[in-house]
C-alpha cells in the first residue's frame, strides 16, 4: 500500500494526446519515486462507446464515460485533463474550474484570446491548480538552454529565430473537420499553423527571450476549399496553412517565426536558434537531445559550434533517466510536465506554463492573426492583461 497522495485523473479525449499524457502519469512514479503524489488513471471519457472502453482498457483506466460533463461531476476525480479539440476547452475549463477541480489544459490553450481570458478568469476564481502542455519546455535541451540564458552566458540577445515546420496538409484531398483532420477546421481549431505549430514556437520563446511587444505578419491558405468530413460538403478553408512573422521583443532583440504545413519532407521540424552578444545557441526536435553551443569566448584556435549531448546527470531532468550518454524522447516532455505539476501540488508553486502565462501566447497569436489580416504591425498587449 502506498503512503503516497492520490491526485486521481479524469481524462477528457482518447486521441494522440490523450495517450502522451497517459503514459507521463504511468511512468512518472517510476523515475520520480521522490514525490509526494502519484496519478491514478480514474476515468477517461470520449464521444465513442466502443473507443472509450478500448482505450480504457488499452491504457488502465479504472473506468470510462462518454459525457465529459459525468467525469467532472464526480467526486472521485481531483484533476480534469483536457485533449479533446480546442473548440471545447473553454467550456470544459470552465465547468471543471467550477466544479473546484484542477485542470491540465492541452495546448493551445483557446481558440481566441476572448475564450481564453474566459478560461484565465475561470481559473483564477476558482483558485484552482492548473497548467498548460507546452511540452517542448522540458526537454532537457531546451531547458539547458532556459539556464544558460538565465546565467548570462549568452550575454545582450540580439535575434531569435523559430520553424516549425510539417507537409501533411499539401494534398487538396485531405478534408477538414472530424477526427483527425480537426485542425483544418476554423470553426475547431481557431486557426491553423499559428495556433498550432506557432504557439509551441511563441511560448519557447517567451519563456526563452521574453516578452513579445509587436508583430508583422503574412499568412496565406493555399488551398482554399476542401470537403468537411462531417457534411461532406466542399467548403471554405478558414484556416492560415502557413504563417511568417517578425516582431520586437521586450528586451530589445528581434524575433523571425515561420510555420508551415507545405514545407514538403518536413514531419516536425521545430527549431530555434538565438544570438547574443557573446554566445549563441540552436536545437532541432529532430536531434532533441542535443543543444548546439557557441560561445565567442572560447580560446580562438578552438573556438567553434560545440554539440552538446544533454544527457548527463547534472543537466536538466537526466539524472531521473539512464546513464551519461543514453538518449531519451519525444515521451519524456510529457513525464516531466506530470512531474513538474505533482511537485508544484507539493511545493504550492504554479506549473509554469499557467493558464495565465499561455494567455501571454494567445495574446501573441491574436495579433499575429491580426497583423496578417490587416496588412500592418499589432501590438500584442502581453503583459498588460496578466499581472
Ligand atoms: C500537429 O501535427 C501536432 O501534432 C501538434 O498539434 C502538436 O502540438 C505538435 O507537438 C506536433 O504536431
Redesign the pocket.
Given at each position: 500500500m502506498s503512503d503516497k497522495k492520490e491526485l486521481r485523473i479524469g481524462l477528457i479525449g482518447g486521441g494522440?494526446?490523450g495517450r502522451t499524457h497517459t503514459n507521463g502519469y504511468k511512468r512518472v512514479g517510476d523515475f520520480f519515486p521522490e514525490l509526494a503524489y502519484r496519478p491514478i488513471l480514474k476515468a477517461v471519457c470520449t464521444r465513442s462507446p466502443d473507443k472509450v472502453k478500448a482505450f480504457a482498457e488499452q491504457w488502465g483506466y479504472e473506468s470510462y464515460e462518454t459525457d465529459w460533463r459525468a467525469v467532472i461531476a464526480r467526486d472521485d476525480i481531483d484533476a480534469i485533463d483536457i485533449c479533446t479539440p480546442n473548440d471545447t476547452h473553454a467550456e470544459i475549463a470552465i465547468a471543471a474550474a467550477a466544479a473546484g477541480k484542477m485542470i491540465l489544459c492541452?495546448?493551445p490553450l483557446s481558440r481566441t484570446l476572448a475564450e481564453g481570458q474566459q478560461m484565465v478568469d475561470a481559473i483564477q476564481q476558482a483558485g484552482v491548480p492548473n497548467t498548460v502542455w507546452y511540452?517542448?519546455r522540458r526537454l532537457p535541451a531546451v531547458t539547458l538552454a532556459k539556464q544558460l540564458i538565465e546565467a548570462g552566458k549568452l550575454g545582450r540577445i540580439f535575434h531569435y529565430r523559430a520553424n516549425?515546420l510539417?507537409d501533411?496538409t499539401i494534398s487538396a484531398d485531405v478534408p477538414q473537420g472530424g477526427t483527425g483532420t480537426w485542425?483544418l477546421d476554423v470553426e475547431a481549431a481557431g486557426s491553423g499553423v499559428t495556433g498550432?505549430?506557432l504557439?509551441?514556437c511563441i511560448d519557447t520563446a517567451l519563456w526563452l527571450n521574453g516578452s513579445i511587444t509587436d508583430v508583422s505578419a503574412v499568412t496565406e491558405t493555399f488551398v482554399k476549399e476542401r470537403t468537411h468530413a462531417l457534411t461532406g460538403q466542399k467548403q471554405k478553408v478558414g484556416i492560415d496553412d502557413a504563417c511568417i512573422f517578425h516582431c520586437h521583443f521586450e528586451n530589445g532583440s528581434l524575433g523571425l517565426f515561420e510555420s508551415t504545413?507545405y514545407a514538403r519532407g518536413h514531419k516536425?521540424l521545430?527549431t530555434f536558434e538565438i544570438n547574443g552578444e557573446h554566445a549563441s545557441i540552436r536545437w532541432d526536435l529532430h536531434d532533441l537531445n542535443r543543444l548546439e553551443y557557441f560561445d565567442h569566448r572560447d580560446e580562438s584556435i578552438v573556438r567553434g559550434w560545440r554539440s552538446i549531448h544533454v544527457t548527463d546527470g547534472d543537466q536538466p531532468y537526466m539524472n531521473k533517466w539512464w546513464v551519461p550518454g543514453l538518449s531519451i524522447g519525444?515521451e519524456h516532455s510529457f513525464v516531466h510536465q506530470v512531474a513538474d505539476f505533482l511537485k508544484s501540488l507539493e511545493t504550492g508553486e504554479p506549473c509554469s506554463p499557467t493558464f495565465e502565462e499561455a494567455l501571454e501566447t494567445q495574446k501573441v497569436c491574436e495579433a499575429v492573426l491580426e497583423s496578417a489580416a490587416t496588412r500592418s504591425w499589432k501590438e500584442t498587449g502581453v503583459g498588460e492583461l496578466v499581472k
Open positions: 494522440f494526446m492541452e495546448k511540452n517542448y516549425f510539417q501533411w485542425r498550432d505549430l504557439a509551441h504545413r516536425a521545430y519525444y
